[in-house]
């Protein structure tokens, strides 16, 4: 593979990048896994068909690494912000279980 094909093979894997991250903010992981296959699959041969990458297929290289360690980042804090919604629904039950239990024990009491 010429270092123009495998750069331009690294250009269409940072256009994937691209769109991983806006995937990935809006919380679609297994359609960022669908093309994160796609970007390694692109990354692969890139890498295969080449002895040593020139300064553009590492500036490509480095920018897709940037927004890869931006998409994980993205996709982890919503990964968080469902664990604190699921957290917030279980102590929300909890409330409401006690309540029940308790208002059942007074209006047996009455």
């Given at each position: 593979?010429?270092?123009?094909?495998?750069?331009?093979?690294?250009?269409?894997?940072?256009?994937?990048?691209?769109?991983?991250?806006?995937?990935?903010?809006?919380?679609?992981?297994?359609?960022?896994?669908?093309?994160d296959a796609e970007?390694?699959?692109?990354?692969?041969?890139?890498?295969?068909?080449?002895?040593a990458i020139d300064?553009?297929?590492?500036?490509?290289?480095?920018?897709?690494?940037?927004?890869?360690?931006?998409?994980?980042?993205?996709?982890?804090?919503?990964?968080?912000?469902?664990?604190?919604?699921?957290?917030?629904?279980?102590?929300?039950?909890?409330?409401?279980?006690?309540?029940?239990?308790?208002?059942?024990?007074?209006?047996?009491?009455q």
């Amino acid at each position: 593979m010429s270092a123009d094909r495998a750069n331009a093979a690294l250009g269409r894997a940072l256009q994937i990048s691209r769109e991983i991250m806006e995937i990935a903010a809006g919380g679609d992981a297994e359609r960022a896994a669908g093309l994160d296959a796609e970007r390694r699959r692109l990354l692969e041969s890139a890498r295969i068909g080449l002895h040593a990458i020139d300064d553009e297929g590492r500036r490509l290289l480095g920018e897709i690494g940037e927004l890869n360690d931006r998409a994980i980042g993205a996709m982890e804090h919503r990964l968080r912000g469902k664990a604190r919604d699921l957290d917030l629904a279980a102590v929300g039950q909890r409330a409401v279980r006690a309540y029940c239990a308790t208002r059942a024990h007074e209006i047996q009491g009455q």
